[in-house]
C-alpha cells in the first residue's frame, strides 16, 4: 500500500514538472520574496529548477541594493519549494538560504546607511494587506557568511566571519526569532535574537527584543524595548559575565590593562541607551572576588568614557598592585624593569569609590574614599579619605604616560600614621618605629622605577613621637664611650633608641636628598643630622652630633659626640668621631699631642726604637728622616 502511495506521489510529482514550466517557477518565487520582504533581487547569474526529487529553485550572484554600493552580495540564492502544493501545481516557498553572502554596512556621516532603502522596503513588506499579513516562507538561513562594518570614508571597521544564522521569518506571527553564531577576532559567538514586533522594529518604533551572546571570551543576555526613530533608544535589563576580563578588553580590541588583576568579572544592572550614551543604573559588579553596587554610564562620542560611583563593603586591590614592584627582588635595589602602562590610553574613565575595608598586599585599609580620572593617558588618583597604617591618607598622585616612559607626581600626607609599617610598605625603610606625620610632594620621570628615582625632584617631611629607631642604642653607646672613649664600642648595630620627639625635612633635587634638619629628641639624649642622601643608589653621607641630656658627674658637661653615618640605608654604618674620643681619653691624649708636636714625636719615635730594637720609619711617626 505504502509502495503504491509512494509511486503516486511519485508520479503527480513527475506529471507537475511537466506541467510547470521552470520559467514559471522561477518568476513565482521572485514574486514569493519581493512579496514577503519587499526586496527585488538583482540576478546576475544563471537560474536552476529541481522539481524532482526536491523542488527548488538557485539563483547565482544575487545582489541587493543599489550595485554600485551593494548591501548583500551572495554566491546563491536558493529557494526550497514546499512538497504538497507543488503537487497541485502551486508554487510556495518553505524556506531561503544564501550561501557565503557577504553584507556590507556603510555608515554615512548623518547616520544613516546603505541599508536604509532596503529596510524601508522590507518595512512595507511587512505592513498586513488586509486583515493578514502576505503570507510567505518561514525560514530564512545565512551560510558561511560575512560581515562589513565600514565607515563613511570605506574603510572597513570590523568584520565578522563564518556567520551562520537561521532566522524564523514571520510569515504568520508578527515576531522574528534568529540563532547562529559568528567568528569575531578569532572567537566564536553563539547568538540567539528575538524581535516581538518585526515590523514596528523595521518601522524604528518601539519592539521587545531577547538577546543572548555566549562565547569563551565572555556571556551577556538582554532583556527590555529598543526603537531608533527618531534616535536610537534602549531599556531593559542587562547581564554579562567573564572569566577573565582583561581577555575580553582585549579581544574587543581595547590595549591590554597595565598591571595584574581583571579576572573573574559580572555584571548586572537596569539599562538605558540614548545615542551613544549607556546609562547603568542599579549596578551590581563583581570583579576579582570584589563586589560593589552604584551607577555608571559609558560615553561612545568621538572617545569612549566611563563615569559612575560605586560603593563596597570591601575591596582587595592586591591583584591590581601585584605586578608592581618598586624593588629588585634583592630587596636591595630599585626595580630597573620597563614601566608599560600602554593601557592608560585606551579609554577614559572618571570613577568614584568608597569602601568599608580595603586589602593591598599587607596593609589593610579602614574606610576609603577615591577619586580615579583617566583622561588622553594621564591617570590622576584623588585621595579624599583613607584610614590606613592606623591613621588617614590624603592626597594626590598622578600619573601621565609617553613614549619613553612615564611621569609622576604626588602630593599625599599620612597623618598619624604607625611610621614602621607605612615607611617599610612604601619605601622597604624598617628602623624608625612610632606614631607620626610624613608629608610628600615630589615628582619624576623615566621609564622603570630605578629611572624615575633619579629625577625626583620635590620635598618631604616627617615627625613622630614616641617610637624608636632600631637598629642602635645611642644612649648606651653615649655612656660607655663617655666611661671607656676607646673601648671599641663594640657593635653599634643593635638594640634601639627610645625617642619622645623626631622631626626630618627633606629636599630633593634629581635623586639627591638633601638632609637639611634631623632632630630626635627624647629625656635622655638629643640627636642631630644633616647631610645627603642619594635616592638611586639607596645610600647615606650625614654628619651628626648625639648628646646626652644629664650630665654623669656633677659640674661637667653632658657628654656630646659627633659621629658619620654612611653606607646603605638599608643596613648603615654609624662611625663616631675618632678624634674626639681620643682627646677624651686621659690615657690616650698624649698620643694625640705627640703626633702634632715635633718635639714630643721625636720622644715617641726614640722610645719605640729602644723598644722594638730596630728604627722606626718615619711615616709610623709623622717625622720626618734624619738628615746624614
Not at 278 to 289: K, P, Y
Request: hydrophobic fraction near 40%; charged fraction near 20%; include cysteine.
Amino acid at each position: 500500500m505504502l509502495l503504491a502511495v509512494a509511486a503516486v506521489a511519485v508520479g503527480v510529482l513527475t506529471t507537475a514538472g511537466y506541467l510547470i514550466s521552470p520559467d514559471t517557477v522561477r518568476s513565482e518565487v521572485l514574486t514569493g520574496i519581493r512579496s514577503a520582504t519587499g526586496l527585488d533581487p538583482i540576478l546576475g547569474g544563471k537560474a536552476s529548477v529541481t522539481l524532482f526529487p526536491k523542488g527548488s529553485v538557485s539563483f547565482a550572484d544575487v545582489v541587493l541594493g543599489d550595485p554600485k554600493r551593494p548591501a548583500l552580495t551572495a554566491e546563491r540564492l536558493t529557494a526550497r519549494l514546499r512538497f504538497f502544493p507543488l503537487l497541485v501545481g502551486r508554487v510556495e516557498i518553505a524556506d531561503i538560504s544564501l550561501e557565503k553572502p557577504t553584507i556590507a554596512i556603510d555608515i554615512d556621516r548623518d547616520g544613516g546607511s546603505n541599508w536604509s532603502a532596503l529596510i524601508a522596503a522590507l518595512a512595507r513588506g511587512q505592513k498586513p494587506h488586509g486583515n493578514r499579513t502576505v503570507a510567505a516562507f518561514s525560514e530564512m538561513r545565512i551560510d558561511d557568511g560575512t560581515l562589513l562594518l565600514r565607515n563613511d570614508e570605506g574603510r572597513t571597521v570590523e568584520t565578522l566571519h563564518g556567520v551562520d544564522f537561521s532566522l524564523a521569518w514571520p510569515s504568520i506571527s508578527k515576531s522574528l526569532g534568529a540563532t547562529g553564531h559568528f567568528i569575531w577576532h578569532g572567537e566564536k559567538i553563539d547568538v540567539s535574537v528575538t524581535l516581538a514586533d518585526f515590523a514596528a522594529a523595521l518601522a524604528g518604533t518601539r519592539s521587545g527584543v531577547k538577546l543572548r551572546l555566549s562565547g569563551a571570551p565572555m556571556n551577556a543576555a538582554f532583556e527590555g524595548a529598543f526603537s531608533f526613530k527618531p534616535t536610537l533608544k534602549v531599556e531593559g535589563t542587562l547581564a554579562a559575565d567573564a572569566v577573565s576580563l582583561r581577555r575580553t578588553l582585549t579581544w574587543a580590541g581595547h590595549e591590554p590593562l597595565p598591571g595584574g588583576g581583571f579576572g573573574r568579572f559580572a555584571i548586572k544592572a537596569q539599562t538605558n541607551i540614548v545615542g551613544d550614551t549607556i546609562s547603568l543604573a542599579g549596578v551590581n559588579v563583581e570583579l576579582d572576588g570584589n563586589t560593589a553596587e552604584g551607577v555608571l554610564s559609558f560615553a561612545n562620542e568621538g572617545r569612549q568614557t566611563l563615569q559612575g560611583t560605586l560603593a563596597a563593603e570591601s575591596l582587595n586591590l592586591t591583584p591590581y598592585i601585584s605586578t608592581v614592584r618598586l624593588l629588585a627582588s634583592n630587596q636591595r635595589a630599585w626595580n630597573d624593569s620597563r614601566l608599560s602602562p600602554e593601557g592608560l590610553n585606551g579609554m577614559d574613565f572618571d570613577l568614584r569609590v568608597s569602601a568599608a575595608n580595603v586589602v593591598m598586599g599587607n596593609a589593610k585599609v579602614g574606610r576609603t574614599a577615591i577619586g580615579a580620572n583617566l583622561h588622553n593617558g594621564k591617570l590622576m588618583i584623588s585621595i579624599g579619605e583613607a584610614q590606613a597604617f592606623g591613621g588617614v591618607i590624603k592626597g594626590s598622585l598622578a600619573l601621565t604616560n609617553f613614549d619613553s616612559g612615564v611621569d609622576f607626581k604626588s602630593q599625599v600626607q599620612f597623618a598619624d600614621v604607625e611610621l614602621e609599617n607605612c615607611l617599610g610598605q612604601l619605601f622597604g625603610l624598617k628602623r624608625l618605629e612610632g606614631k607620626g606625620t610624613v608629608s610628600m610632594s615630589i615628582d619624576g620621570t623615566g621609564d622603570s622605577v630605578l629611572a624615575v628615582t633619579r629625577t625626583l625632584s620635590g620635598t618631604a617631611s616627617l615627625t613622630g613621637r614616641d617610637g624608636a629607631i632600631s637598629g642602635i642604642d645611642v644612649e648606651q653607646l653615649l655612656k660607655r664611650l663617655e666611661r671607656r672613649p676607646l673601648s671599641g664600642g663594640g657593635d653599634f648595630r643593635s638594640g634601639s633608641t627610645p625617642y619622645d620627639k623626631i622631626a626630618i625635612n627633606l629636599r630633593m633635587t634629581q635623586g639627591t636628598v638633601e638632609v637639611q634638619d634631623v632632630k630626635v629628641e627624647s629625656a635622655a639624649m638629643r640627636l642631630a643630622l644633616a647631610g645627603s642622601a642619594s635616592v638611586p643608589n639607596r645610600e647615606l653621607d650625614l654628619k651628626g652630633t648625639a648628646a646626652l641630656v644629664t650630665p654623669t658627674r656633677a659640674g661637667a658637661q653632658p657628654f656630646a659626640l659627633p659621629f658619620v653615618v654612611q653606607g646603605s640605608w638599608d643596613d648603615p654604618t654609624m662611625l663616631p668621631d675618632t678624634e674626639a674620643l681620643i682627646r677624651r681619653s686621659g690615657a690616650a691624649a698624649p698620643l694625640l699631642n705627640a703626633v702634632r708636636e715635633r718635639s714630643a714625636r721625636e720622644t715617641v719615635r726614640s722610645a719605640i726604637e729602644r723598644l722594638t730594637g730596630g728604627a722606626v720609619p718615619a711615616a709610623e711617626t709623622g717625622t720626618a728622616p734624619a738628615k746624614p
